[in-house]
């Protein structure tokens, strides 16, 4: 191993940038590499997206407030921070689906609203007999052979027809990526979907087989399952502890990267405080509108046309006893429902520890493609149309005793048919001119937190064995 200092730079302090340094750090002291880490964030906070409001015995999560981690990586991170004992799991989720007025309750033993077993779904009403008849067409069509990348929506549609998509399939979907299915990419959104079909004939068997295998893949998720999680203190337990534990690491927060150069055989940082860094490594984890600023390069421009919406996180407290006639915990709206908000999350149902008794913690989601207007509205414009829309879907007919509005922008990049090779273009083209530069978080390989921490540690462990005689630790590419 060469004794060489080194210096490494994270540009953006949100999750992803976050588990970058931490494993930096970990690495460089597991193995003594000698490194130096310096991580950039431009606002005056690290967390990113992650922000949680602790006030007179409400814990409310602003961005993110739970998350599904089917492979343990979250759980992982957590142990090594001996925060584990901190994430809580939900006893009694159970989700509906709003069309019309009428609200629906997904039937059990489903993942993504696709059936693993039949006798709940059968029994089901979001469905007609003619549209579960359909859907159950999936273990008899055969694999498609259309080669290369192609829309979500039209692969679910062939697989389970026009009603069962846009009953179930689609609302679920288009409330996790604030998207329109029609447009996303199949192979950047859920490619297990591809490999079901192509290797077990069938979404439904695939599913099936997966769920009984020993290793659970991305999407062995029931939507009614006890398999969603959080922590206790809220999802900034995860930011906070991982910030604490970068006692080695040099972190400028307010501060902003300019500019990128290459300079001799190193990198040249120019930063808004008007001095420069050189360092040997860059990890760039910074939401995409920003990214692209930095660099001249056609590939790496193009990553402009990712489209991103604007999405907002609207939390009510109200009085418990005035919500008493719903039993559910997440509503998720049919595209075609006239309601303003995505999804509705009943926080206090799955997590009662956030909330002192006989209060209720509701958490409305704003913002999809074509429907973004909504976000630009007032605090109390937004809190008007939604109350409108609880009095259609839930009878509620009582003023929330507060309202906190969460505007996230440009914040939920689309992977539109064609993203992975936009990305990789990106990516190899960038390699090129700076070999020990990675870009890593949501704009790229996964939008979910246990996505973005593995791109967060994927991306270190490349720069070390570039920098150093070091063992990949991470066998699967996001490349």
């Known amino acids: 191993m060469t004794e060489q200092k080194r210096k490494i730079a994270v540009i953006g302090g949100g999750i992803t940038g976050l588990t970058a340094a931490f494993y930096l750090q970990e690495q460089a002291r597991l193995h003594h590499y000698p490194l130096e880490i310096v991580l950039i964030e431009g606002s005056h906070r690290l967390g990113g997206k992650l922000q949680t409001l602790r ?11 739970s998350f599904r981690d089917p492979k343990g ?29 009428d609200l629906q309750q997904v039937p059990q033993n489903t993942i993504m609203g696709i059936p693993t077993k039949f006798k709940p779904f059968m029994a089901s009403e979001l469905v007609s007999w003619s549209g579960k008849v359909r859907a159950t067409a999936d273990l008899i069509i055969p694999p ?23 009953s179930l399939i689609e609302p679920l979907l288009s409330g996790v990526y604030s998207g329109d299915i029609d447009e996303l990419s199949l192979q950047s959104t859920l490619p297990s979907l591809l490999r079901y079909e192509q290797q077990r004939g069938s979404v439904i068997r695939g599913m099936r087989h997966e769920m009984k295998s020993s290793e659970p893949g991305d999407f062995t998720v029931r939507h009614n399952s006890k398999n969603v999680q959080k922590f206790r203190g809220g999802m900034s337990t995860l930011t906070h502890a991982l910030t604490d534990e970068l006692t080695d690491c040099e972190i400028l927060k307010s501060v902003k990267v300019q ?10 940082l120019s930063l808004n405080n008007k001095s420069t860094i050189l360092v040997d490594g860059v990890i760039v984890a910074t939401p995409l509108h920003m990214v692209t600023n930095l660099f001249e390069e056609e590939e790496v421009r193009q990553l402009q046309t990712v489209p991103c919406n604007t999405v907002a996180t609207v939390t009510m407290i109200f ?72 009095q259609q879907l839930f009878g509620l007919d009582q003023l929330p005793l507060e309202t906190i509005v969460s505007r996230w ?15 990789k273009k990106a990516k190899d083209t960038l390699r090129k001119l700076y070999p020990t530069m990675r870009l890593a978080g949501n704009s790229y390989n996964g939008i979910s937190i246990p996505k973005c921490i593995k791109q967060g540690k994927h991306s270190a ?19």
Request: aromatic share 12%; with cysteine.
């Open 319 to 390: 009085k418990e006893d005035s919500l008493q006639s719903f039993d559910g915990t997440d509503v998720y709206i049919s595209r075609n429902s006239d309601y303003s908000f995505t999804s509705v999350t009943f926080e206090h149902k799955k997590w009662p520890f956030i909330a002192p008794e006989g209060y209720a913690v509701v958490n409305c989601y704003i913002g999809r493609t074509g429907d973004t207007a909504i976000v630009d509205l007032s605090d109390s414009e937004i809190e008007k149309a939604l109350l409108e829309d609880f």
């Open 409 to 423: 922008k440009d914040s939920m990049p689309q992977y539109t048919i064609g993203h992975a090779d936009r990305v």
């Open 259 to 268: 500019s990128i150069t290459p300079f001799q055989d190193k990198t040249c």
């Open 144 to 166: 498609s052979k259309v080669d290369g990348d192609r829309s979500l929506g039209k692969f679910v549609r062939r697989r389970f027809g026009e009603e069962f998509v846009q």
């Open 73 to 101: 990586i979250v759980a992982q991170l957590a142990k090594q921070l001996n925060i584990e004992d901190e994430i809580v799991t939900t006893t009694n989720a159970k989700t509906f689906i709003a069309i019309d007025k």
């Open 55 to 65: 006030k007179d015995g409400f814990i409310i999560d602003r961005g993110p407030s």
């Open 461 to 479: 462990d490349q720069l070390l064995c570039e920098l150093f005689e070091h063992t990949p630790q991470f066998t699967n590419s996001f490349d």
